[in-house]
């Protein structure tokens, strides 16, 4: 009896071994399932509205790895999204793209950013109102500053918003705070709501619309 015991913890110890080596070797076990990016993987940080609406459009495209809901540009530290909602804190709704710049370009990221919400009303997307659904760019530096400020430029002189005064902020990122877990991927977690058949159901078809041949398949 006391051998086939032995036995047993020697085979449930291989077994865990086994078990550990194969989750150590696999990339969506990291960071609490989240998918291993490469490091020539780039970000940048936009606030267009209510973040569940940028995200589920952004989430479309090819070269797009992940898009994460979260707030940044204000004063407070950790803010939750009760602060944000009765706008206490100074920070927008923003998401986090990360993107490979080899498949998708930032100035192609920041020309989807100025077709997929309306760049020209001060801290209001449609009935949300407020300084967190302003519409903001945060960059990381200098680079990422004159192609926001660039692509900014073309869609004021392409006529795309009838002319009128784009009010996109462009500054620093000086920190990105992540939404709490019920914010991710909140349109496809929750199509059946509401505001995400009425409200970011069609902003998703007007995108598919104009950018066809950059949306994954």
């Not at 192609?108 to 300084?131: C, M, S, V, W, Y």
């Not at 945060?138 to 073309?154: D, T």
Request: proline share 3%; with cysteine; aromatic share 10%.
């Amino acid at each position: 009896m006391a051998w086939k015991l032995g036995r047993l913890w020697l085979l449930l110890i291989a077994a865990f071994a086994v078990c550990v080596s194969a989750r150590a070797q696999d990339p969506s076990s990291a960071a609490g399932g989240k998918k291993a990016m490469s490091e020539d993987i780039q970000t940048i940080v936009l606030g267009g509205g209510c973040f569940w609406c940028v995200e589920a459009v952004f989430q479309l495209f090819k070269g797009v790895e992940q898009v994460e809901s979260g707030y940044a540009g204000g004063r407070t530290v950790n803010p939750t999204y009760e602060e944000i909602s009765e706008g206490r804190t100074g920070h927008a709704e923003v998401i986090k793209v990360s993107y490979d710049p080899k498949i998708i370009s930032l100035q192609q990221i920041l020309t989807i950013f100025f077709h997929a919400h309306d760049p020209t009303t001060l801290n209001r997307q449609g009935n949300d109102k407020g300084e967190q659904y302003r519409s903001i760019i945060l960059y990381k530096n200098e680079a990422e500053r004159q192609a926001a400020e660039s692509i900014k430029n073309e869609i004021a002189k392409s006529g795309l918003w009838g002319g009128k005064e784009l009010v996109t902020q462009l500054e620093p990122l000086t920190e990105f705070y992540s939404a709490e877990d019920y914010h991710q991927n909140y349109y496809n977690n929750n199509r059946s709501k509401p505001y995400c058949s009425i409200v970011i159901g069609p902003k998703i078809k007007k995108i598919r619309e104009e950018f066809g041949a950059l949306l994954k398949n």
